[in-house]
């Protein structure tokens, strides 16, 4: 049987936890009549157990980087290291507000302070804003930047181009920083088609967003060639560094003339992701855009002491409370400092190995469309298939499912049909990536023989293909207390 | 080496299947002029024994609250933090996994957040609440953006009892684009109404106000909402959760918009994140919403399940014409929002709203009775008010250090008039003997 929902274990005078009674003098209402509560709120009244077992169940109705392979392209689930969640909860770190003095967090500032510092030498970029709360908030941060800098210039530019492989927040971002993205095609390559992007080249130009490594998981190649011919009509160059992990130690985007990049933490170093977040998204920008960064910076003065310095009259001002999210940044801080440069260098090395031999044992059974040399991810089409046997990339995902494996990123990025985005990351086995490619083999051989037994997979999870026109028709976002008593499932 | 999935030899092997000499041919599609000569400059790797001695000799400089007697508040609360919350939320299964995407691999996390977002807008009073944004401060930002793509008008007003944070955040959100963002100022503590009527429009989107607002006051917001109702503009609150064990809920007086910052339900407060933005809203804008919406419905077998639904609002398929650029959220710490109320529950959280309260009260009272200070507004406060001190303040908050205190948040750090002014929160874990501590060290 499923697992009901919490509120259908509620039972009434049931209790989790009591807090003590007061003991201060009861002094009478402390508040006036009219501003408290009046209609009751009702949560579920449900015991430790039935919440510790609540939450047990449902968490092995997951699949998840510690009990199944995830090859979720982009998204780069690899294993998150337990001396990192350890020393990252130690109450020292945990136990402290964001307004303590400086003097009594002196521990977390000069991680942070050191952080920024490895992210510099990282990315080959000299400033560095910790603040941004994910990757698609650091793109914003950045493009808010790109904004301010013109503006201190006296100039307003209107447009930045997205490539039309990008991941959806980068148009997405542009929008809410006040910019029109401009799409510019890829050739045939895989690759920025560089005449399609000159043609776009003009005084209204901010600047671009570029991935790279790409979506379909290709170095462009014509990277520094890009940055040149944006910075001679005066825009900038945005690195989205969702891809970061595949070229660590290898080569830097600040060598390539990059002006901005962002981090996903959670991606590149390993932190959790926490069935969708929290995640973090520092970003490294040129020095003439330092100014610029978000308020506040972590700095060390003359005396060794560490403290936050609020941004000066050109910073773009704040983009979340407080300081940023500290604890997952102490995370990355540790797996850094765990691996040391080589380390570092090892996890690009195999990240891209592992893609790049998965990849190989996969293009008998499905289409590579593009076929440059993939970095750490690449990107296959079931397209051909689906011409032949009705069977859809989403066919493919699902049955998947009924063999343990999470499903790669499916229909992304946009310029493939039928996309299957496959990143197995450096901390999987051989052995693994074999276990996918036979599992994938045999999928494909089925789509031909008996397609219809993967129009309706998975056959062994719980549930299966939730209906999802209904759910957006009929909208049910929310439990409604039913007026009787409902029925205990305990 | 640590974290690689294949030692040295089965990587020559797969090598060998590609082709490969190295390590290095693998980077071939990266121009030679571009590649890094040598390693990064880092310092060298630490095995985890030494890492965790260097990482928790760092810790060891910090000075946890739990080794003071702590009154900073200022909209990042001390509050107690059941067991279960922790340790649950701590485990493979829940930090592990990603973003629902695929359903049947994620009923668990899908059927959390469904239970978190009906809380969530039980909570606040509201009819349906998303499954995270990053931080209550960037959530207001998110709020403006959605009442301006509701209203299609471009002005944004704020008062000035909001969090200096979230108004410096809006400023940052709003500045490259054509929305105009105007700040009330306040009068005793409390949004100067005379002032809205003047600035409120036909061109304004929303006005935004904090509960209690930064000064710790609940404001009196019914007349407020009318009159921004009355000129076809949205009211969005910004609202402390755990205050509605006690307040009444935004829904009960017709706020649009509710956010607020999530910490206070089993966060702990890690210096600054990472944090929860709630939001909720009426079913009717729940089209313009930001973040993910977990929704219950039916699979193929006629079984109940859950799934992520209007997708057509997020960046992954609506890209430029998203309501957001919003993609990874606040998943784990909805998760630990979702336990904390389960545990605590309905009484729970009235109990631990009353402590606050009443703690913060018999604190202000006896405050009140010492020479040279005073509670500087008389509006109703709920668990944080503002100390007066006939003498700079730093030097109170010296004197009350020496003794182990943490008296509260110092205002000139935001208003540099407010230099006699402490901001002081109390919750449900100071104990009288730690308020009579205070009392008598500001007596000295």
Request: proline share 6%.
């Amino acid at each position: 049987m499923p697992e009901p929902l919490i509120f259908n274990k509620s039972q009434r005078g049931q209790r989790g936890i009591r807090f003590p009674d007061s003991d201060v003098p009861d002094t009478g209402p402390a508040l006036p009549e009219r501003l408290l509560r009046r209609r009751p709120l009702r949560l579920p009244e449900v015991s430790e157990r039935s919440v510790v077992r609540h939450i047990t169940i449902l968490s092995r109705e997951n699949f998840c980087v510690d009990t199944n392979f995830y090859p979720l392209g982009s998204c780069t689930m690899k294993y998150s290291p337990r001396c990192n969640e350890r020393l990252a909860s130690l109450p020292e770190f945990t136990d402290v507000h964001p307004y303590q003095d400086d003097e009594g967090c002196q521990g977390t500032l000069e991680i942070l302070w050191r952080l920024q510092e490895l992210l510099k030498e990282i990315t080959g970029l000299p400033a560095v804003s910790l603040q941004p709360a994910a990757g698609a908030h650091g793109e914003l941060t950045a493009l808010l930047i790109f904004a301010a800098w013109f503006r201190s210039r006296g100039e307003k530019r209107k447009t930045v181009l997205v490539p039309d492989s990008a991941h959806g927040t980068n148009p997405a971002s542009c929008r809410i920083a006040g910019f029109e993205a401009v799409q510019v095609r890829s050739d045939a390559h895989g690759l920025v088609d560089v005449a399609d992007f000159e043609s776009h080249l003009d005084g209204s130009v901010a600047g671009m967003m570029l991935t790279c490594p790409n979506t379909l998981g290709l170095f462009e190649t014509r990277v520094a060639e890009i940055a040149r011919r944006l910075h001679d009509v005066g825009a900038r160059l945005y690195i989205d560094g969702a891809n970061l992990n595949a070229i660590l130690g290898i080569t830097r985007p600040g060598d390539w003339g990059a002006d901005a990049i962002h981090i996903n933490v959670h991606k590149t170093f390993s932190t959790p992701h926490g069935g969708g977040g929290p995640g973090a998204g520092p970003i490294c920008v040129a020095e003439d855009l330092g100014p610029f960064l978000p308020s506040p910076t972590v700095e060390q003065a003359a005396t060794g002491i560490y403290h936050l310095r609020p941004g000066g009259d050109q910073s773009i001002g704040r983009v979340r409370g407080f300081l940023g999210q500290v604890g997952v940044l102490i995370r990355a801080y540790c797996y850094i400092r765990r691996l040391g440069g080589p380390g570092l260098r090892r996890v690009a090395e195999n990240a891209v190995l592992n893609a790049r031999y998965l990849r190989e044992r996969c293009r008998k059974d499905l289409d590579l469309p593009y076929n440059g040399e993939c970095m750490h991810e690449f990107v296959l089409s079931a397209k051909e298939l689906k011409d032949a046997c009705g069977v859809r990339a989403l066919d493919i995902a699902k049955r998947l499912i009924d063999h343990g494996i999470h499903p790669p990123t499916v229909y992304f990025p946009l310029t493939v049909e039928e996309a299957l985005m496959i990143e197995p990351t450096e901390t999987e086995r051989r052995r693994t990536l074999d276990f996918f490619a036979d599992v994938l083999h045999d999928i494909v051989a089925e789509a031909r023989k008996t397609p219809e037994l993967l129009h309706e997979a998975p056959h062994t999870t719980a549930v299966s293909r939730p209906d999802e026109v209904r759910a957006a028709r009929e909208l049910d976002l929310h439990f409604d207390w039913p007026e009787r008593e409902p029925q205990i499932h305990d | 080496m640590a974290y690689l999935g294949n030692p040295p030899y089965i990587q020559e092997e797969m090598l060998h299947v590609l082709g490969l000499r190295s390590h290095a041919d693998l980077f071939r599609s990266v121009p030679e002029a571009l590649r890094l000569k040598g390693d990064l400059n880092v310092p060298p790797m630490m095995s985890e024994m030494e890492l965790d001695r260097h990482v928790r000799r760092l810790a060891a400089r910090n000075r946890p609250a739990a080794q003071t007697i702590s009154f900073l508040g200022a909209g990042v609360y001390d509050h107690f933090i059941p067991a279960a919350v922790e340790l649950l939320a701590a485990r493979g299964e829940s930090i592990t996994p990603y973003t629902p995407y695929q359903a049947e691999a994620s009923q668990g996390t899908l059927q959390t957040l469904y239970e978190y977002q009906t809380m969530i807008a039980d909570l606040y009073g509201m009819e349906v609440a998303n499954a995270s944004l990053y931080d209550g401060t960037s959530a207001a930002a998110e709020a403006a953006l959605m009442a301006r793509a509701i209203t299609r008008r471009p002005k944004v007003i704020v008062s000035q009892t909001v969090h200096p944070e979230t108004i410096e955040c809006l400023k940052t959100y709003l500045v490259n684009t054509d929305a105009e963002l105007v700040t009330v100022p306040y009068r005793e503590g409390c949004t100067d109404l005379e002032i809205v009527a003047n600035v409120l429009d036909d061109q304004t989107a929303c006005i935004l106000v904090q509960l209690p607002n930064f000064f710790g006051i609940v404001e009196e917001t019914d007349k407020l909402v009318e009159m921004a109702h009355a000129i076809g503009a949205l009211a969005v609150a910004s609202v402390n959760p755990i205050s509605m064990g006690l307040l009444r809920a935004p829904g009960e007086y017709g706020v649009d918009i509710v956010v607020g910052e999530g910490q206070p339900l089993g966060i702990p407060m890690n210096m600054g994140g990472p944090y929860l933005g709630l939001m909720a809203t009426r079913r009717e804008f729940v089209r313009q919403i930001p973040g993910r919406l977990a929704a219950r419905t039916v699979d193929r077998r006629g079984n109940e399940s859950f799934c992520l639904t209007l997708q057509t609002r997020e960046q992954h398929i609506r890209r430029e014409k998203a309501t957001s650029n919003i993609c990874t959220n606040e998943g784990l710490m909805a998760l630990r929002a979702m336990l904390y109320l389960s545990l605590v529950g309905a009484e729970g959280l009235a109990e631990v709203a009353r402590l606050c309260a009443a703690k913060a009260h018999y604190l202000a009272r006896r405050l009140a009775e010492v020479k040279g200070f005073e509670i500087r507004y008389a509006a109703p406060f709920f668990n944080e008010f503002v100390l007066q001190c006939d003498q700079p303040a730093d030097r109170v908050l010296a004197r009350l250090a020496k003794r182990g205190i943490c008296g509260g948040v110092l205002l000139a750090r935001f208003y540099p008039q407010m230099d006699s002014r402490i901001l002081v929160a109390v919750t449900e874990k100071r104990t009288r003997d730690e308020l009579d501590a205070y009392i008598e060290a500001v007596q000295q």
